[in-house]
């Protein structure tokens, strides 16, 4: 795999054109993940349970797509916790500051994030929406932002 990137590294490719080469890589490595498994032979247990633990049931395989999705996600952390005033400013360039805020406390509607027009803070955001854990407790609801919450759904009414 080191050769093959190597080989794409020497075109001088933009940004965009190697994120679409590294989903290439992923969807070959998880291909290939799976036939090295099952022997190249249809796969008898479906890759959600063979992930799993054993004590629920699984045989504790690792999940190429979760460990991208949550390296990404720490980039989150990162957006979160710099200091530098630089960086800061970049990075609200393509991520509205207020997006982050409600993502800090949690259950933000996805649809939200899709304006986000730089794809790589588009992933890192939806990645971490989609790894947040939501407390569907009475005291754990009083402290989420109504705006853009997707666990408050309004039935609009447009007539035209």
């Known amino acids: 795999m080191e050769t093959l990137l190597n080989i794409w590294q ?13 989903k290439q890589v992923v969807d070959t490595v998880c291909d290939r993940i799976t036939k090295f498994i099952w022997s190249g032979r249809r796969p008898k247990i479906k890759h959600n349970v063979i ?4 004590h629920n049931g699984g045989l504790k395989a690792p ?16 957006i979160m916790t710099t200091k530098n005033l630089k960086l800061k400013a970049m990075i609200n360039v393509f991520i509205n500051p207020l997006l982050v805020e409600n993502l800090i406390q949690g259950n ?38 109504l705006w853009y919450n997707r666990s408050i759904v309004t039935k609009v009414n447009i007539k035209g």
């Open 63 to 78: 999940d190429f797509v979760s460990m991208v999705k949550s390296s990404k996600a720490i980039w989150m952390k990162r």
């Open 10 to 22: 020497s075109r001088n490719l933009s940004l965009k054109g190697k994120i679409i080469i590294l």
């Open 108 to 145: 933000l509607c996805t649809d939200f994030i899709m304006n986000t027009q730089n794809d790589f803070y588009k992933q890192i955001l939806l990645y971490w929406n989609e790894l947040q854990v939501v407390k569907m407790e009475p005291g754990s609801l009083l402290n989420q932002t």
């Open 51 to 54: 992930i799993q633990d054993i």
